[in-house]
């Protein structure tokens, strides 16, 4: 798991400290700029990560709102 250590910018836990889109999840890069036509086109630019997902039968399913 070496590996893993190297690449993870921070723990998330339940997500309700971090933001999706704006902190750094993966080395020094948020998504926002990994990604910045997924970015472009949320609904969701300044949401937790903890408010992206929710629970359903037991799993967890990510809850993505775009303009497209």
């Known amino acids: ?28 890069t948020s998504l926002e700029d990994l990604f910045p036509r997924l ?9 937790l990560v903890s408010d992206m997902w929710r629970v359903s039968g037991g799993s967890r399913e990510w809850v993505w709102r775009c303009k497209v």
């Open 39 to 47: 970015f472009q086109n949320s609904w969701q630019k300044d949401t």
């Open 1 to 28: 798991m070496v590996w893993f250590r190297n690449f993870v910018r921070r723990s998330v836990g339940s997500g309700s400290n971090t933001l999706c889109w704006h902190d750094s999840l993966l080395g020094e």
